[in-house]
Every structure is written in structure tokens, then in C-alpha cells.
């Protein structure tokens, strides 16, 4: 028993989303291989890939209200404060944005960064430009909430890129939300935006890798120290 335990615990979960997708590309693995048997072989990798992509593992989120979490597996792509997108009606005063970003093998399973109280929701058709240029904050097609909590209104921006095509949101206006709690995921490639109030100190760095739910992204608190980074 202890072996089939240890076995089944190496596998991760795959979210319930991924299920047509896995299913499609085995069903268009198998009909390929009628037609020519490597690409059966092919089917079956892309079939693993599609897989690999959907996995859900369990996260153990750090609770505390002064602490605001990634909201999804990837590396900080941009550390500094800018002006929120309009549609999150966060004012015009620049804000501490933080934006991960996620490729094709990173887990797309998106989490709430701090808990609180969902006040807004808004969607925004776009373009789908390389979610990695700062650009893409402006013209990309994207949807948002905005979050009550402790610290004050925060901005979480699902951001669509080259191949992504489906922005998942599952949470609605009024929804209470717990920090590392699942509320949405964007499918093959994306980043996301986290807008931070006043009082926000960062603690990643441009080029970190993040774990959603996990890894700590910004601080609040009085006269906090600035941690420095190296890059090896």
C-alpha cells in the first residue's frame, strides 16, 4: 500500500479544464496514426505536453494579511510602479505593478494574491501580442478583478498572449476569496499583473521564477528594508 501511496503522490493532479483538450489531442493522435504511424508517436508527445500543461498541483500559501502572494508559476517579468488600467478604476496615481510570466510549460492554474472581497470585474478585448512586452498591458485582450482586502484595493490582470486564446475567470462580484485560492487560468501562454496599493514594497526581482500561491511577491509594513538581488 505504502508503494501504490508513493506512487500516486509523484503524479500531480490535472484540473478538470484540461480534460476535452487531453482528449482531443489523443483522439487526433490515434486518427494520425491511421495515416502514418509516427505521427501517432507525435500525437502521443503533444498528448503528454497538453497533459503536463494542465496539472493543478496542491500549493501551501504563507497566511498573513501584510503579505501578497504570486498569483501564478512563472518569472517576474517587470517590477515597478505604473499607472492601472482604466477599466480597474484604481485611479490614475501610479501603483506598484509586479507582472509574472508564464510560457507553455509553466502550470496556468492562476490564485488570488491576498484575501479579501471581490469588488470588480471587467473584460477587455485586444490583441494578442507577446505577453512578455510591457505593451501588452495596454493593447492585449485581457480581464481583471479587483480585490478588497486588508491592505486596501488591489488589481489582478489576466493578460492573453501570442497563443493564448481563452481568459478563464471563475470568480464573480461579492465572491470572498482566500489568498492562494484558485479563481482562474488562461490557456497555452499569458501573463499576469498584480497592482499594489501604497505601503507595497516588493520582494522579488525582474528574472525570479514565482510559484503561484507560494512564492511572497511584495511586503507591507513600516520602514521595511529593500532586499537586494543577484542574478549568477
Not at 507582472?99 to 507553455?104: G, K, R, T
Request: a negative charge.
Amino acid at each position: 500500500m505504502d508503494i501504490i501511496a508513493s506512487i500516486r503522490n509523484a503524479f500531480v493532479p490535472i484540473h478538470r479544464a484540461g480534460y476535452p483538450f487531453i482528449a482531443a489531442f489523443f483522439v487526433g493522435a490515434v486518427v494520425l496514426g491511421f495515416l502514418w504511424e509516427p505521427l501517432f508517436w507525435i500525437g502521443l508527445i503533444l498528448t503528454a505536453w497538453c497533459t503536463y500543461f494542465f496539472r493543478d498541483p496542491e500549493r501551501v500559501t504563507p497566511i498573513a494579511d501584510h503579505l501578497a502572494i504570486s498569483p501564478a508559476d512563472g518569472h517576474v517579468s517587470l517590477v515597478g510602479h505604473i499607472v492601472p488600467p482604466a477599466e480597474l478604476a484604481l485611479g490614475t496615481e501610479p501603483m506598484l505593478r509586479i507582472s509574472v510570466f508564464m510560457n507553455v510549460f509553466d502550470c496556468h492554474v492562476n490564485r488570488a494574491p491576498m484575501r479579501g472581497r471581490i469588488r470588480h470585474i471587467a473584460y477587455r478585448e485586444g490583441e494578442f501580442r507577446n505577453a512578455e512586452l510591457d505593451k501588452a498591458s495596454e493593447v492585449n485582450e485581457r480581464s481583471s478583478i479587483v480585490i478588497d482586502g486588508p491592505k486596501g484595493e488591489i488589481g489582478v490582470v489576466q493578460i492573453a498572449g501570442l497563443v493564448a486564446r481563452r481568459i478563464v475567470c471563475w470568480a464573480k462580484v461579492e465572491d470572498r476569496i482566500e489568498a492562494g485560492e484558485r479563481y482562474g487560468m488562461i490557456r497555452f501562454g499569458s501573463r499576469l499583473d498584480v497592482y499594489l496599493p501604497e505601503g507595497a514594497r516588493p520582494r522579488v526581482a525582474e528574472g525570479q521564477i514565482a510559484i503561484a500561491g507560494e512564492t511572497v511577491i511584495a511586503e507591507f509594513g513600516d520602514n521595511l528594508p529593500t532586499w537586494p538581488s543577484r542574478r549568477d
